[in-house]
């Protein structure tokens, strides 16, 4: 799998422990972080991530900042885009299964290192169930159908 991972100055430790994860496990990693503690904008490098997403350079991304609160706010500005801030194993097996995320969202100040390679591995191997879930997602493509635009965002 084509995965973009992109971080501010609070998720930089974090994203090279996830990024030698994914490499590790077979997947391509794309680097559009920063790798200093000096401060960066978050939501410059989520639109880095998801304009690859929306150009189908890469499958799905993980973006990285001190909460992941940020990062999944930015993110989710864009259609079609389904970032998820997990905390948890379970936040990640759902997201997956019933919404179909794109976009997994971590705290690199709040998760820490096992939580956060757990939270990747399960969110990287869970299916969408479909089925009744498609009814949501599809209301959520007709309000993104009327509220946003669409497009990519060049900053």
Known sequence: MRIAIANDHGGVSLKRLVADRLDSLGH??????TDTPEIVRYPLFAAKAIGLMLDREVDRAILICSTG???????NKFKGI???L????YMAKM????????VLCLGGKITGDNLALEICDIWLAEEF?????NISLGIVSDI????LVGGKWEG
């Open 144 to 147: 993104e159908g009327k509220l």
């Open 82 to 84: 389904r970032a998820a």
């Open 28 to 33: 391509q990693v794309l680097n559009l972080g």
């Open 95 to 102: 997201t997956r299964r019933h919404n179909d995320s794109n």
């Open 86 to 89: 997990c905390t948890d194993g």
């Open 69 to 75: 609160i940020g990062m999944s706010i930015a993110a």
């Open 129 to 133: 169930e479909g089925g009744r879930h």
